[in-house]
């Protein structure tokens, strides 16, 4: 009778610690992954088209061309492998390592020409902007242009929006942040640094209430055709 009484304990207990396993089973957190965005803009004028690999897995499903950008991609937060390859192969012109905090948001830049291609990493903030305002920033990415002025059209010579910006493959300060303007449509010009020699009118430029925007000078001055010296507009929300 013990042995059969001391049995069913045995059995009792067992249950008792399978359904207490089950519970804390049940009431476990689920597990959330850290994420980070980031948007890939393809600012060398004269290379070819590219393929965006995060981890060895590609991000674009078509060639990314000069001066597309992929729109934000979501990825795990953390140290990733960036590479960047001539679309279609395994050839890798950018191949870098960069870690990615946490609900934070970059813009990568391939820049420069073909044959000195290279990266500039960006951090975004996309605080929305206030009532009837935009934001925007200025990025020199034209490899053989000299440093210049963003100004709006009958502003004086060396007034503007962004001053003295030269082409510059480091991060810094300025080239990350976002300035917040009123929401209008705006003449702007990009001008010789300092002076009111306009080298590239930009007639039109509409600005939406509540937008973000990255404007990028592209090309290479004193070309012809699609890598001839311009702007580009990227919105960034």
Not at 22 to 47: G, Y
Not at 63 to 68: E, K, N, R, T, V
Not at 84 to 98: H, L, P, Y
Not at 141 to 166: C, M, T
Request: charged residues 15%; neutral net charge.
């Amino acid at each position: 009778m013990k042995k059969i009484q001391l049995f069913s304990a045995m059995l009792l207990l067992t249950a008792f610690a399978f359904v207490g396993c089950e519970k804390e089973a049940e009431t476990l957190p689920a597990v959330v992954e850290s994420k980070s965005k980031i948007l890939v803009v393809h600012a060398s004028p004269n290379a070819p088209g590219v393929d965006l690999l995060v981890d060895g897995v590609k991000q674009n499903s078509a060639a990314l061309s000069f001066p597309a950008n992929t729109g934000y991609l979501s990825l795990n937060a953390g140290l990733r492998n960036v590479k960047v390859n001539v679309a279609g192969t395994s050839t890798s012109v950018i191949d870098v390592n960069s870690t990615f905090d946490k609900d934070k948001n970059y813009t990568i830049f391939a820049i420069d020409s073909v044959s000195k291609l290279s990266v500039l990493l960006l951090n975004d903030n996309l605080a929305t902007p206030a009532s009837g305002k935009a934001h925007i920033r200025f990025v020199h990415l034209s490899p053989n242009a000299p440093a210049v002025d963003i100004s709006v059209k009958g502003q004086a010579a060396g007034a503007g929006l962004f001053l003295n910006r030269a082409f510059n493959k480091t991060i810094n300060t300025a080239q990350e942040t976002f300035i917040p303007v009123d929401a209008a449509t705006y003449d702007l010009e990009v001008r010789v640094a300092g002076t009111a020699t306009v080298a590239l009118p930009l007639n039109g430029i509409k600005l939406e209430s509540g937008k973000i925007y990255t404007v990028f000078a592209k090309g290479f001055l004193g070309v012809t055709g699609s890598s001839a010296l311009g702007a580009e507009i990227v919105v960034n929300n």
